[in-house]
């Protein structure tokens, strides 16, 4: 009989990890809410051109990574290998720039890349974008409320923040000659990848991980001699803003970011906690892309959160979860479970934030209780024969907190109520 695997590069997310997603998911919403974000739901296929004119054809994300094919109809679509082109299109389709947008969505991304730690072929991210504003209080309000995330999650001192501007199109323009023209003097030193990527995609060489290549950068042009007169402006107030809520930057001139719909302002925060996969989050403005897709010229910005390894980095700091389960009710046979039965949905109603397991399936009281230590459970509703002839039900304490009691059908809700407020305190 064939066992079948998850395709290579596709992970399933176990129970034992998917509390950690939750927890990220729940502080994320959170977060976004006190910023005034709104959440927009995107599809995970769209059309292949969509990211080739946005993201740009000689990316390797084009080039080599995307996943594409042809519906029935003959039509190239792509399972998105981004959420920000998907974003604005629906932006501009569904005309929503009438006011400034803040927006954000978050879900699954596919890429056809080498699987490894905090790099899968698909992987999940967490995208906010802004819309309508050109000011860079836009791009300081995106770094801060990243930051506010590590801060909740408890990662903030992982990460460092390291910002750059690639200026106008004309500046990025006249700075891609120099670079291009320094370059070509020492293209022998380049490695392989960087000498395909001199006439196709030069800016992308500031990326290079190669030792040889980098030791070559450090006599290159750099980016800052090149800026616009209201790039540098922008990116001046922006050093301001951080400067006046005391978040230290590193000024990162190689910073170029992978896509080539951003310009001005780009950053990233990035550990080196993960080995190799050392950018957590990344983004910056991308002001012509709508007007690239059909809508009007509108500012804006944003940033991607990579999910996998922010789970990796609050594992990090030894991110602890709560106990999925509070209650667990061991029943004496199917007499005490159909007695218990409608008092615990009573309970469920009474306490709906609280995780209240019946056992399922029997078994002795010596099971029921293993079965209620495995799940967490921070009390035991033990329902037996004496329970059930009196109408009381005893409550055991799992975790080492208390005595066990015995207790009226009719005393147990305020009994509770009282028992979970103190361990959730805690």
């Not at 969509?50 to 029935?72: H, N, P, Q, W």
């Not at 770094?143 to 500046?171: K, Y």
Request: with cysteine; glycine share 8%; aromatic share 8%.
């Amino acid at each position: 009989m064939t066992q079948y695997r998850s395709v290579r590069g596709m992970v399933d997310i176990l129970p034992e990890d998917s509390c950690h997603w939750q927890r990220l998911e729940a502080v994320a919403t959170g977060v976004l809410q006190r910023y005034g974000y709104q959440e927009i739901r995107l599809p995970l296929i769209e059309a292949t051109t969509l990211f080739a004119r946005s993201i740009g054809e000689v990316t390797d994300i084009v080039e080599k990574e995307m996943y594409t094919f042809e519906d029935r109809n003959g039509d190239g679509l792509a399972l998105r290998p981004e959420g920000t082109a998907g974003c604005v299109r629906a932006v501009v389709q569904h005309n929503l720039l009438q006011t400034p947008q803040k927006l954000w969505y978050l879900g699954p991304m596919f890429r056809y890349e080498r699987p490894q730690k905090g790099r899968q072929r698909q992987f999940h991210q967490l995208g906010v974008e802004g819309f309508g504003v050109a000011t860079p209080d836009l791009d300081s309000e995106l770094i801060l409320l990243s930051r506010a995330l590590w801060q909740a999650l408890g990662v903030d001192s992982l990460l460092t923040l390291e910002i750059n501007s690639i200026g106008s199109p004309e500046s990025r323009a006249r700075y891609r000659d120099a670079l291009v023209a320094y370059l070509r003097q020492h293209k022998s030193a380049l490695d392989e990848d960087s000498q395909r990527r001199l006439e196709s995609n030069p800016l992308r060489i500031l990326d290079s991980k190669n030792p040889a290549t980098q030791e070559l950068l450090e006599q290159a042009p750099s980016m800052g001699e090149y800026l616009d007169a209201e790039s540098r402006q922008d990116f001046d107030d922006l050093m301001s803003a951080l400067d006046a809520v005391g978040q230290p930057y590193v000024v990162n001139q190689r910073l170029v970011r992978g896509l080539d719909y951003y310009n001005k302002t780009v950053f990233e925060w990035t550990t080196d906690a993960l080995g190799a996969q050392g950018t957590v989050c990344g983004g910056g403005r991308y002001d012509g892309l709508v007007a690239q897709f059909g809508g009007r010229e509108t500012p804006a910005a944003g940033f991607a959160i990579g999910l996998e390894r922010l789970i990796l980095l609050m594992k990090t700091v030894g991110d602890v979860p709560m106990a999925s389960t509070d209650i667990y009710v061991v029943t004496a046979d199917i007499e005490a479970q159909r007695h218990a039965l409608p008092r615990i949905e009573a309970l469920r109603r009474e306490f709906p934030d609280s995780t209240i397991q019946m056992n399922l399936g029997g078994g002795s009281f010596k099971s029921q209780f293993k079965r209620a230590d495995r799940s967490g459970a921070r009390f035991a509703l033990v329902y037996g024969e004496s329970e059930l002839a009196d109408n009381c039900v005893t409550l055991k304490p799992m975790r080492g907190e208390g005595e066990q009691v015995t207790l009226p059908d009719t005393q147990i809700a305020a009994f509770l109520a009282e028992k979970l407020a103190e361990t959730k305190g805690d």
